[in-house]
């Protein structure tokens, strides 16, 4: 199906998922195990070692997905099927961060050439995570178990607990599960002192009941996170509040004409930015209050239908809604964020209507096609915005040159992160007027008519050699933010920044979708018996017409520039290669596995001739990994090159290139206790993140990148009855 994929982490090596009996059987794949050391808060750590993938990491548990150099929109990501979107300018709540690592069973990564049946309104490629459906238990019996989880970590003292039980008959099934996880700022390798905003605490808590009834299944799931507060290093803002509340349906039939999936979801996201005491902290009367309420609602619908034992026809169609207010409350007493309330979005929505067709073909045992075809219907609006109105009223009254001293809800606030953010003068009032009155005006509606194409071809060439190669034609339009962002000052403009990087970002009602057309070949060598050995080699390449990039249109201060979105022409491309071996199988030693990814990947703004931003510099890993009885262990090294290719019109910071080496080891107790102990960059090594953006709290004009986190020794403990 797909150049990149990780398929369920709850399977073996080279077994298939449960579903692929009606998929053809000529698949290049490379399928991944759920780590034994990982751990971690955030669920986007899972696809680590899928080739092609990398991530940024902004708080804790919100890391943005790239796959080829393709970031965080441009990549289209589920949960148990619902597509969504960040209800935050900030992006502090992505979809990967609104479900606990605890919970996911299945797992997909697929970059550049993403099946039309995986959804439209993306560039680079689809990520796709699930919890596990209901268990039920044999006929006549009754079915309880469950597992748990406790971990712990000494850099930053992080902790965390998770865990889920199921009571089930034949028919019926309850499952309740439930996780936390926290952590204080984490200290950076080498000297580099403790990494300032990087602290977090969330809770998940879901419960689903299932219905089984011969050839179909019924599944409800309800549940809420809860994210009292998260630190931000490259951000302004930090999360003071998230609780994200959903419902989810799932029905799965089996007919003699074939299957029906059917999904239907409602979720809505209450979230709050304000600055935590590492930025100045925040009071009745202090800080900055921001506040949005998102909603989300859809369905989908796909059939999957053989035609003959060598073909078989999938069509689709799905619906979502997502709607988003966005607004800053006065702050008490001041003159400057007051006295009403700064309302960014009002009313927003985009919604999003698809249609699908999809035909797979097994032409010979070695020979099979995949070709689908797609419309999407973007439909976007917002009602009229307004700014705080205390300055414009400073201004009509010539007030324009009073000074800080005259605001008192600015008297106890940092004042030296807020003249960072622009907010020492009072031209704010009348620049955001005038932005307001001209957006206002204007026609806000838009509707984008997108089709996708998508060919593939597998061959397997002999006994040694399978090929997969393709092309992809996809389509994205822009976010909430990208087409309705309007503020044009310092202090507000900083505020959407889901890059990272400090800079202040405008919209633009004249954006146009961005098409991105993909290349790109698959070659996997292995052994003819008992995969030993292979290896992967995989070049792509995208060219990307009406590319939503940034022009600069100001200055701001610390070497900071205030942008604005615009389309541009733009390429990607570059070469992933994994292989692994099995060194020793026997019992004396056991078995021994020597595994290495290689990814390099390279953008181009053909417009600006700066490179693409947040594209990860030329990095790979390489993997020692054990297993005897019940003992298993791991060495690791981690190699990333210097990244001196940046985006200069963002500032985008150079980084060094560094060395990080792991350990891990661990012992299990027949199937129902397990320990891991692992050792994360034993050597302390001081590195900065090269897609981290810049520590915005810190010193410097700009300030340095954010760096990566020091030598930190983990335990985890698992147990299952």
Known sequence: ?????????????????????????EEISITAIRRPFTQAADTAALF????????????????????????????????????????CPNHMNPALSQISLDEVSHSVAIAGITPVSLGGDSTGGTISVERKDPQFAREGNI???????????SNGGGSGA???????????????????????????????????????????????????????????????????????PNQYMDETNNRSTFVNGKYVGTFSWGTLEARGYWQRVTHAMNMLADKGGHSATTGMPMNSDGRTAGYSLVATMPLGRRHQLKVGSAFSHDGLNDWWPPVMGSMMMGPGAFHSLNGAHRDHLGHFIQWNAQWTPRLSTELGMRSDIIMMNTGPVSPYQGLSSMNDMGMGSMGMGGMSGMSMMSMGHMSDMGMSGMNMGSTNQAAARAFNSARRGRTDDNFDVTALLRYRASAYLNIEGGYARKTRSPNLYERYGWSRDS?????????????????????????????????????????????????FYTYTHNYMNVVRIGALSRGFNLLQFANHNAQNYGINASGRTTLWDNTHWGTGELSATLNWVRGQDFKTHSGLYQQMPLNGTIRLHEHFGPWHGMAEVVLVKAKHTVDWVRNEPRTPGYALFNLGAGYHWSRHLQ??????????????????????????????????????????LREHF
């Open 143 to 153: 079915l309880v178990t469950g597992d748990g989880r406790e971990d712990w970590r």
């Open 1 to 25: 199906m797909s150049p990149i994929r990780q398929v369920p982490t709850s399977l073996k090596p080279g077994q298939a998922p449960a579903s692929s009996s009606n998929r053809p059987t």
């Open 675 to 716: 320990l891991d102990v692992s050792l994360d960059n034993l050597l302390n090594q001081r590195y900065a993140l090269p897609l981290g953006g810049r520590a915005v709290s810190t010193a410097g004009s700009p300030p340095g990148a954010v760096l990566g986190m020091g030598r930190s020794v983990n335990l985890t």
């Open 162 to 232: 998770g865990g889920s039980i199921t009571v089930a008959n034949d028919m019926l099934s309850l499952r309740y599960s439930g996780s936390y996880t926290h952590a204080s700022d984490y200290t950076a390798g080498g000297r580099g002192g403790r990494v300032l905003s990087s602290s977090y605490l969330s809770f998940n808590h879901d419960v689903t009941a299932g219905l089984k009834l011969k050839n179909h299944l019924f599944s409800l799931t309800f549940g809420q996170q809860d994210t009292p507060y998260e630190g931000f």
């Open 491 to 539: 202090m507000t403009a900083r505020m959407i920044n889901w890059f990272g990087d400090g800079n202040g970002y405008v919209g633009n009602l004249n954006l146009k979708p961005e098409v991105a057309n993909t290349t790109s070949v698959t070659f996997r060598f292995h052994d003819t018996d008992d995969h030993q050995w292979e290896a992967m080699i995989q070049p």
């Open 48 to 87: 680590r070692d899928v080739p092609g993938y990398s991530s940024y990491r902004t708080g804790g548990i919100a890391s943005l997905p790239v796959l080829n150099g393709m970031a965080d929109d441009r990549v289209a990501t589920f949960v148990d099927g619902m597509p969504l979107m960040a209800d």
